[in-house]
């Protein structure tokens, strides 16, 4: 069954960096983009960033463009979200999340159970 | 970027009840749309994609229909389990964006 779980979230201060991973299992993890999530306590769920399943195409968020960079290892069937220059407008639970079909473009099937990022002094 | 907008943004309903939610994109995205099922404190659940199409192991009580700027998810017979928060999301370009969500409540 696919299983995404997600780690690396904590508390950071404001205008620090934290890396997430996201480590997949239960599919061919590099046949398919994988996205990143983010859910601000108390909101609504925003869209961060997609990966195409090579790693060649990358797009993202206008709250994040230019902070945060999304990469993978397919090699270890993990994928990384590294987030720069946090505020505290980037706290949240932060989920990973499988794209549905093999091609760059869609939506997701199956979600992680979220990792907790909050930026405070 | 695309705006979803949600109607109504909460509802309170009975067991059994046929609940209908409503999205409309501010402009045309196909049939690139996606449904989704949250509850407290959990992560979201991926139930219809294609704006139509059941995800794997959905009931059949859920269902979506529409194209273009408007779509729709419709749940036949509430169940206590079915009470939770709904968020439509387009695919069609990037950034990708989510409705503002429909709590769904108990009445």
């Known amino acids: 069954q696919v299983q995404l779980v997600e780690s690396g979230g904590g508390v950071v201060q404001p205008g620090r960096s934290l890396r997430l991973s996201c480590e997949a299992s239960?599919?061919?993890?590099?046949?398919?983009?994988m996205h990143w999530v983010r859910q601000a306590p108390g909101k609504g769920l925003e869209w961060v960033a997609l990966?195409?399943?090579?790693?060649?195409?990358?797009y993202f968020g206008d709250p994040v463009k230019g902070r945060f960079s999304i990469s993978r290892d397919n090699s270890k069937n993990t994928l990384y979200l590294q987030m720069n220059s946090l505020s505290a407008e980037d706290t949240a639970v932060y989920y990973c999340?499988?794209?549905?079909?093999?091609?760059?473009?869609?939506?997701?099937?199956?979600w992680g159970q979220g990792t907790l990022v909050t930026v405070s002094s | 970027d695309i705006q979803m907008t949600q109607s109504p943004s909460s509802l309170s309903a009975s067991v059994g009840d046929r609940i209908t939610i409503t999205c409309r994109a501010s402009q045309g995205i196909s049939n690139y749309l996606a449904w989704f099922q949250q509850k407290p404190g959990k992560a979201p659940r991926s139930l219809i994609y294609a704006a139509s199409s059941l995800q794997s192991g959905v009931p059949s009580k859920f269902s979506g229909s529409g194209s273009g700027t408007d779509f729709t998810l419709t749940i036949s017979s509430l169940q206590p389990e079915d009470f939770a928060t709904y968020y439509c999301q387009q695919y069609n370009s990037y950034p990708l964006t989510f409705g503002g969500g429909t709590k769904v409540e108990i009445k």
């Open positions: 239960g599919f061919t993890f590099s046949s398919y983009g």
């Open positions: 999340a499988k794209s549905i079909f093999t091609a760059v473009a869609g939506t997701v099937d199956y």
């Open positions: 990966i195409s399943s090579d790693g060649s195409n990358k």
